[in-house]
């Protein structure tokens, strides 16, 4: 079955850490990227990749970092720095960079800051 | 600045009603836009999309509509079943090689039996 996962579905995390959440994909997207999602508030992007070894920021990407070493990989970390870490995190892949293409989401990952 | 507004934060029709679903941008430089149906706790999941060049897209019971010369766009459901009972969001992007896409904050529908 091809698709996107990410995990875990849920994460907790103590004020002051750093935390890691996976996005993997075997659809041989070239493209990936990841949004937030907060309480009544749309999707918004914090990091995108295009192809292995790039990324951009988005429009929210301050206290977040990511990496693409390998083309179905596209992990996140949310440091120490994000101010409001709590958040629903999505993932989702697009077959290439290309602006007419739909983005394909995995289920997201909860995360919550205690 | 919210480029791309959904102002109705919600929706309630009656099962086998038509669902409107409404969405307007401000950025003329939008090419592509997509509907999307997300339930609680889940990833999106694609629903219809529309490029530029048409001002209209039909799938199954799903069609959307785009003006753009009014920079409005609407999804219409017809006929609403209980299970469209979901949040819906509008997104647009610029086409070309630019993949980024600019959400709206959503529209929740509920249909009633």
């Known amino acids: 079955d091809g698709g996107i996962t990410q995990s875990p579905k849920y994460l907790f995390r103590k004020e002051g850490q750093n935390v890691t959440l996976s996005c993997e994909q075997n659809l041989n997207h070239d493209a990936m990227y990841w949004y937030r999602q907060d309480p009544g508030q749309g999707l918004r992007l914090i990091y995108y990749?295009?192809?292995?070894?790039?990324?951009q920021k988005g429009d929210i990407a301050e206290g977040y970092s990511v990496s693409r070493e390998k083309k179905e990989s596209f992990p996140l970390t949310v440091t120490s720095a994000q101010k409001n870490p709590t958040a629903f995190y999505l993932c989702?892949?697009?077959?290439?960079?290309?602006?007419?293409?739909?983005?394909?989401f995995g289920p997201g990952t909860r995360l919550t800051v205690l | 600045d919210q480029q791309v507004k959904q102002n109705s934060p919600s929706l309630s029709v009656q099962e086998g009603r038509i669902s409107i679903l409404n969405c307007d941008y401000t950025?003329?430089?939008?090419?592509?836009f997509l509907w999307y149906k997300k339930y609680p706790a889940e990833g999106p999941t694609f629903l219809i999309s529309i490029s530029s060049i048409k001002d209209k897209n039909e799938d199954g019971r799903f069609t959307v509509f785009l003006n753009k010369s009014a920079k409005h766009l609407s999804l219409h459901i017809v006929p609403s079943q209980p299970g469209d009972s979901a949040v819906y969001f509008c997104a647009a992007s610029e086409g070309g090689a630019n993949s980024k896409l600019t959400f709206g904050k959503g529209i929740t529908l509920s249909v009633r039996p």
């Open positions: 989702a892949s697009s077959i290439d960079p290309a602006g007419y293409n739909e983005q394909f």
């Open positions: 950025n003329s430089m939008f090419d592509y």
């Open positions: 990749s295009q192809i292995v070894n790039d990324f």
